[in-house]
């Protein structure tokens, strides 16, 4: 789906173990991958200051990518000294990347609220879709189940759809990048739409249904005419639970959603299920954010 990324890794997220699967980057249609690592400024004195040492720690902990790296990509080594929302994106700007590979850790919104997180500040600073990968699961896969992983992040995409404007973006998005894809990427999708329990009123549930048929059917062809094979799945219940069952039951690569970022007051009024996604999900998310 992607040609060129950028790969941010804390040396804690499990993201540094990428370095062994260039190859097999390669083989989900990777033409360029950059290595990122943001060294904390050294303030134990009274000026901050560069740690040449830890940078130079850094560059050669991930020069084994670049040793590792097939003929046919192009791989390179970035390491900086700041926080990590100053320093991506002057990376960013260095490089022009399609898609950031970043690690976020399972956590409550409280936790998120208080400590922070990359992903999300990422989201908000970056026009490039991010692809999240839970630190949980990478660092206790093997090296061969990595390898393998490597090779399909996003060949099955489970893509959850409302007719909503930001879902629409989210469509648009997907078709942007597969209309020019590697041959060896996007492969499926599973468009599914989540019709909210109404208790009761099983009328108005049975018409919501029928509403999502139309839609999904609208969507599924214009996906289609990009040669990606569609399947559609309406559910009724809580979005989130049934979204996450649906990525188990359909082998799903990893789940594409789009959340907009630019309204602040929204974030703190609205709850967001992009926002619940991200915290709780074990899969693999793989994020759009409209322009800045």
Not at 251 to 271: G, H
């Amino acid at each position: 789906m992607f040609q060129s990324c950028l790969i941010c890794t804390d040396f804690t997220d499990g993201l540094y173990r990428l370095t062994d699967c260039v190859s097999n980057l390669a083989q989900c249609g990777l033409k360029q991958i950059v290595f990122f690592h943001s060294v904390p400024l050294w303030e134990e004195g009274e000026v901050p200051r560069i740690d040449e040492e830890k940078v130079e720690q850094a560059k050669q902990r991930l020069q084994k990518a670049v040793d590792n790296a097939p003929q046919e990509i192009d791989v390179r080594v970035e390491v900086l000294s700041g926080k990590p929302l100053d320093t991506i994106p002057r990376v960013l700007k260095k490089y022009s990347v399609e898609v950031i590979i970043t690690g976020t850790p399972i956590r409550s919104l409280l936790k998120e609220k208080f400590f922070g997180s990359t992903s999300t500040g990422l989201a908000k600073i970056t026009s490039q879709p991010l692809s999240i990968i839970r630190p949980e699961l990478i660092t206790t896969y093997t090296r061969e189940e990595l390898a393998l992983r490597c090779q399909h992040l996003w060949r099955y995409l489970l893509i959850p759809y409302n007719d909503s404007e930001t879902a629409r973006y989210l469509i648009d998005e997907i078709k942007k990048f597969a209309s020019d894809r590697p041959e060896n990427s996007l492969k499926q999708c599973m468009l599914m739409s989540v019709v909210d329990d109404c208790g009761r009123k099983s009328i108005l549930a049975e018409q919501r249904v029928e509403e999502a048929k139309v839609s999904l059917k609208s969507v599924q062809e214009e996906l289609e005419a990009l040669d990606i094979e569609v399947n559609t799945l309406i559910k009724v219940g809580d979005p989130l639970q049934e979204i996450t069952s649906a990525a188990l039951d359909y082998d799903i690569s990893a789940i594409a959603i789009a959340t907009d970022y630019r309204n602040n007051l929204l974030q703190w009024t609205v709850r967001s299920f992009a926002n619940d996604l991200m915290r709780s999900s074990w899969f693999p998310v793989l994020l759009f954010s409209p322009k800045k």
